[in-house]
């Protein structure tokens, strides 16, 4: 099966087309969560709720995450990767205005509509990402995770200000419906004529032929625009080759991946990074507030933390794919988020503006989990396939996180306790990242 030549030019539009769609598509991967947290308060006292119900409000996110990530690749293989994403912006856009309607049951039972839409999307953009741009991995999975990146960012910066323009916290949460109907609106059109036939290709390619490579990370780019997505045909049997240096195990099936030692890996290491962003997003600022942190600053600190991430992520990924192993770069990061957490051991209130640069360096390696999870596999339904596994069990073992950190502060009265156990966590998500980033396939 081959997909018809298309002229450059037409290929070239659709490729710049597609990124936009992309982009937008991931811009709406964290605002209904970090929307929530500048105006719980508010959302408390009009309602009347509980801590343990707000509680319950931001744990609800990351267990449709987890269930979320188990289901997609089936959904995808009934309806397609289009029409379920397409399903998934819809179902953002629909769970934001309602939330902005009703009482705590409603808040509560909209969130988790929006949720398991984002839970959609999140799944299956590294390999609509890959099947789109499969020798633009890199860059496109750091413009991708980018976006998401400064998403999380506008949440955290705009709903208050929002709040006081419109003069409550409902049609605050609500705006961001606005953002999610944009991309719903660009994302059909977008991928009619790229994600449908390329995604597609490769799909009926590893079925009919057997399982093909990917391009090397350091292959030359073909002569089309380096925007395009590039056409997905059946190889010759000489490009059936994994990449030297590399190892391959057999060809995955989705009972498979949950018997390769390599899934599991990349799995834990997805998880724990999910586990220690969930944690210091959540916890980061009362940490800082008991050591004599403003509010105000705590809050400017953590969206510094979230903003760093966008730049790193445009930069590393591509660089992290022209070599055949992403273990160093996963290591630095890492370093970079320990030396971060002993800062605020040890003197939290020394440096908080450097505590929180260097905890942003290491929530970073987001980015290459993702890159990962595209290099470490050989087909596009094999990446749908490890990304909701990576995803589905990783959420499952990051929604422990901030609930026993704040145990831990709660039964020891005093934040060293569950720092320290954090940076255990850290360190063996280093060692996890460090293996998942060796150059072989499942």
């Known amino acids: ?106 808040v509560l039972g909209a969130t988790l509509l929006a949720a398991a839409g984002i839970s959609l999307i999140a799944v299956l953009m590294p390999a609509v990402v890959k099947g789109a741009y499969p020798s633009r991995v890199g860059t496109m999975t750091g413009a991708y995770t980018a976006a998401l990146q400064f998403g999380a960012v506008l949440g955290f910066a705009l709903t208050s200000p929002l709040a006081d323009a419109f003069a409550g916290w409902r049609p605050a949460l609500a705006f961001w419906a606005v953002l999610a109907l944009i991309a719903l609106t660009v994302w059909l059109p977008a991928s009619r004529n790229t994600l449908v036939l390329q995604a597609e ?109 966008v730049p790193i992520s445009l930069l590393i990924p591509p660089m992290a794919v022209r070599q055949s192993s992403q273990s160093g770069w996963i290591i630095a990061l890492g370093a970079s988020g320990l030396a971060g957490l002993t800062g605020l051991i040890t003197a939290p209130g020394a440096a908080p503006l450097l505590w929180s640069i260097l905890l942003g360096l290491g929530m970073s390696v987001f980015s290459l989990a993702l890159v990962v999870i595209a290099l470490r596999t050989r087909t596009t339904e094999v990446t749908a396939k490890l990304s909701g596994m990576a995803q589905g069990v990783g959420y499952l073992i990051a929604a422990t996180g901030p609930f026993f950190f704040g145990f831990l502060h709660e039964s020891t009265g005093d934040w060293n306790t569950p720092l320290t156990l954090l940076t255990a966590v850290l360190v063996i998500q280093i060692i996890a990242g460090a293996l998942a980033g060796r150059p072989r396939t499942v």
């Open 201 to 309: 290709a490769a799909s009926a390619t590893s079925l009919l032929s057997g399982p093909t490579s990917p391009a090397p990370p350091n292959r030359p780019t073909s002569p089309s625009s380096p925007q395009s997505p590039q056409r997905l045909a059946p190889k010759p049997p000489h490009c059936t080759a994994n990449p030297p240096g590399s190892h391959s195990e057999q060809p995955a099936t989705a009972d498979s991946l949950f018997r390769s030692r390599l899934a599991w890996t990349i799995t834990v290491f997805f998880g724990l990074q999910a586990m220690i962003a969930f944690v210091i997003i959540g916890w980061l600022p009362q940490v800082l507030m008991d050591a004599g942190v403003s509010r105000g600053e705590s809050g400017l600190l953590l969206a510094l933390l979230s903003l760093i991430a």
């Open 1 to 106: 099966m081959s997909v018809p030549d298309q002229p450059t030019a037409t290929r070239s539009d659709a490729g710049v087309f597609m990124a936009v769609a992309v982009i937008l598509t991931a811009m709406n991967l964290r605002p209904a969560i970090t929307s929530v947290g500048p105006v719980l308060d508010r959302v408390q006292s009009t309602l009347g709720t509980s801590d343990s119900w707000a509680g319950l409000l931001t744990t609800i996110p990351v267990l449709c995450f987890a269930f979320g990530g188990l289901l997609a690749p089936a959904l995808a293989r009934r309806a397609g990767m289009r029409a379920v994403i397409w399903l998934g912006l819809g179902l953002v856009a629909v769970g934001l205005v309602l939330r902005a309607m009703g009482g705590p049951f409603v």
